[in-house]
């Protein structure tokens, strides 16, 4: 019976109640759908989810997880927005997800698109963990099967069929397939119904007749007899003939092919510069002859020089450290830096270990260097390319810091980095073990040089924080080590201020020189509020009394408001670390004590921090800065939430009287009702 005839054996009052109970399910399902943090559409072939996030939020502060089962949407450092199961799997190469800009408040939004594995399924939700909706009250939008790709199309219609064919109680397309083929076959091979009867005529024919295809006609399927290949005449004696060989014709070796056709096993036609399998596949051509392999390290070497031939200085050249002494003479301090680890990661000539040294110290001066400082500053970067590698042959602890930091930068950009952690753990242990021990020897103008070039990498390492995480801070921790990140930042000043009289001989002059700027007084010390913002003043009880022996915030919060006129970029990078690397034991004392003063303080050089993108900074900025904000936003001080905003901001943190004034100022223009059932202030 239709459904036409279903309403019309209803009373008014039936189709009432039913219409009620719709309406209620209706009700009930988008109050349901409401409550989520985000909003999601479909249709047949695909899901698009969106979910609003503060304006402040930048792709680098997304997590976004796709498998084929699976996802997870977060801000670093806070809930995630949506995480669970698929109802259904995924296309995971043909999904993808965007961050948006809109005029509607937050500001941004995350768009993520979904491709559906079945193109013939409607999804009740997009996590399993989230209400359902009834499906079966989907009504999909007007479109014609000619809308579909032909792929889709195909499959849905002999979906179609085999439904239609099973209410009929007919073979479906498949069943049908398999019938036609067996009905194909049985006319190709038919059965004979009507053997002969006697057992002696049968025995005869069957030794008389020549082996044949269809010799027993009542077996279907027969395994050849592979003795004799050649069918004879009855009566003949000649044996039967041998298989015949044929051979190969004759063909060009394709021997001068690219690498990627070689790779594959695959004829290449050697059309230079792109061979044409090279083309149909859009990928790089490469014609270059491959490595001779019986001399791994020395090719390794070669390479390194030929694209760093600035290290065969010319005082090189004239004491005859020709290429060979000076690869030479590496392998002996990377042979002597690693003889007192053991055997275990002790270097051999044609070594594993050995190539992968020379690999990070190719990549130190090629990569590493360059992103070093994001300020790009010629002058520095010559003298850690040039001047630090031909100081670091003669010093093991300084090769081992290079090394160390190549190693931390390739861990940082390479997704796969198992093979460099034990590499970047040694080496750092070693520089270490070994700078301490120079340092206690005595500081002289022989060893400035290297003394400061080794001080400036371990800036790297310890300041280098692996993953985002807030949760790892001091401001969490009773551990006085977890501060360290930013004690050891003073130990340069320790060596300047014992190598005063020679500095002006170090390689590093100029660039110590080109890091003080004109409109920055770093030995302001001058008392009281003058020049200091009121706020800050206030927050660090300041007054006209307050000099830098009775009040720790005083020259901290001088140096931070000079910084604060330079352009928050990474042209201002070398003068931002001066501040870390000035800050006197008191103010250590009082972020340890976690004073609210000397936290904020902190947070605000965090921020200018954030928005220079130096890779080994980052995370560590963006980390302590987060960890700060989430301490202090429950503070009753209106000053300390007030001068909280803008590292929040910097480090994309939404505090929580941020989140309940947006809220506020939005409630103008939102219904009462909706007010109400989002709980929020009024």
Not at 374 to 389: E, F, G, H, V, W
């Amino acid at each position: 019976m239709s459904s036409a005839g279903l309403e019309q054996d209803l009373s008014p009052a039936e189709l009432a109640q039913r219409d009620q109970t719709e309406k209620d399910r209706k009700a009930r399902e988008e109050a349901e759908q409401a409550q989520l943090p985000y909003q999601w559409t479909q249709t047949i072939r695909d899901v698009d989810v969106t979910a609003p996030i503060p304006s402040n939020i930048k792709g680098r502060d997304m997590e976004v997880t796709l498998t084929k089962t699976k996802i997870r949407v977060a801000i670093k450092g806070q809930e995630p927005i949506i995480e669970g199961d698929f109802p259904h799997p995924i296309l995971v190469d043909e999904s993808s997800w965007t961050l948006e800009t809109t005029s509607k408040p937050p500001g941004k939004e995350v768009s993520i698109h979904l491709d559906k594995v079945s193109k013939v399924e409607w999804w009740p939700h997009v996590v399993k963990s989230a209400p359902k909706i009834d499906v079966t009250k989907i009504t999909p939008e007007n479109s014609s099967l000619s809308d579909l790709d032909g792929e889709t199309r195909a499959m849905v219609e002999k979906m179609m069929y085999d439904q239609r064919q099973k209410e009929m109680g007919g073979p479906t397309s498949d069943e049908q397939q398999k019938m036609d083929l067996l009905k194909k076959f049985q006319e190709q091979h038919p059965v004979k119904t009507n053997p002969p009867t006697n057992p002696s005529m049968r025995q005869s024919k069957s030794r008389q007749d020549p082996p044949g295809p269809m010799q027993g006609q009542r077996i279907v399927f027969r395994i050849p007899d592979y003795k004799s290949k050649t069918a004879l005449p009855h009566g003949s004696t000649e044996e039967p003939g041998e298989r015949a060989y044929h051979s190969r014709r004759s063909h060009r070796k394709s021997r001068g092919g690219c690498a990627n056709c070689k790779q594959r096993r695959v004829k290449c036609d050697e059309t230079k510069p792109q061979c044409l399998r090279c083309q149909k596949h859009n990928v790089d051509c490469d014609y270059t002859t491959p490595p001779d392999r019986s001399k791994p390290q020395q090719d390794m070497i070669a390479r390194f020089f030929m694209k760093c031939p600035d290290l065969m200085s010319r005082e090189s050249l004239s004491s005859s450290m020709s290429l060979v002494l000076v690869a030479e003479k590496l392998i002996e301090v990377l042979q002597l830096s690693s003889a007192a680890s053991g055997p275990g990661l002790k270097s051999r000539p044609g070594s594993q270990s050995t190539g992968r040294l020379l690999e990070a110290l190719q990549h130190f001066n090629l990569t590493t260097v360059a992103s070093y400082s994001s300020q790009k500053n010629p002058s520095k970067m010559d003298i850690m390319r040039i001047k630090m590698t031909q100081l670091a042959f003669e010093t093991p602890f300084l090769m081992h810091a290079i090394i160390g930091t190549a190693t931390t930068h390739l861990c940082s950009v390479v997704p796969d980095n198992g093979q460099y952690r034990i590499t970047e753990a040694h080496h750092w242990a070693q520089a270490i073990r070994q700078y301490a021990a120079e340092v206690s020897t005595g500081i002289t103008k022989e060893n400035m040089d290297k003394l400061y070039s080794t001080c400036i990498l371990l800036t790297v390492h310890s300041f280098m924080l692996d993953t985002f995480n807030p949760r790892t801070s001091f401001v969490f921790s009773n551990d006085p080590t977890a501060l360290n990140w930013l004690l050891l930042q003073s130990g340069l000043r320790y060596l300047l201020e014992r190598t005063r009289p020679w500095m002006y001989e170090s390689i590093w002059f100029s660039t110590f020189m080109d890091s003080r700027k004109p409109q920055i007084d770093f030995e302001d010390k001058r008392p009281g509020r003058v020049g200091l913002d009121p706020d800050f003043a206030d927050l660090c009880g300041i007054d006209e009394s307050s000099t830098v022996d009775n009040n720790p915030y005083l020259w901290p919060l001088r140096m931070l408001t000079w910084l604060l006129i330079l352009e928050m970029s990474p042209q201002s990078s070398q003068t931002y670390n001066m501040w870390m690397g000035r800050l006197e034991p008191e103010y250590y004392d009082c972020l340890l004590a976690k004073d609210p003063p000397a936290l904020v303080l902190l947070a605000w050089w965090l921020a200018l921090i954030c928005h220079v993108d130096e890779w080994w900074m980052e995370n560590r900025a963006r980390s302590e800065c987060t960890a700060i904000c989430m301490l202090l936003e429950d503070s009753l001080d209106p000053l300390v939430l007030k001068l909280l905003e803008f590292p929040a901001e910097s480090c994309g943190y939404l505090l929580r009287h941020v989140q309940e004034r947006t809220a506020f100022e939005l409630s103008d223009d939102v219904p009462l009702d909706l007010l109400i059932e989002a709980d929020l202030p009024r």
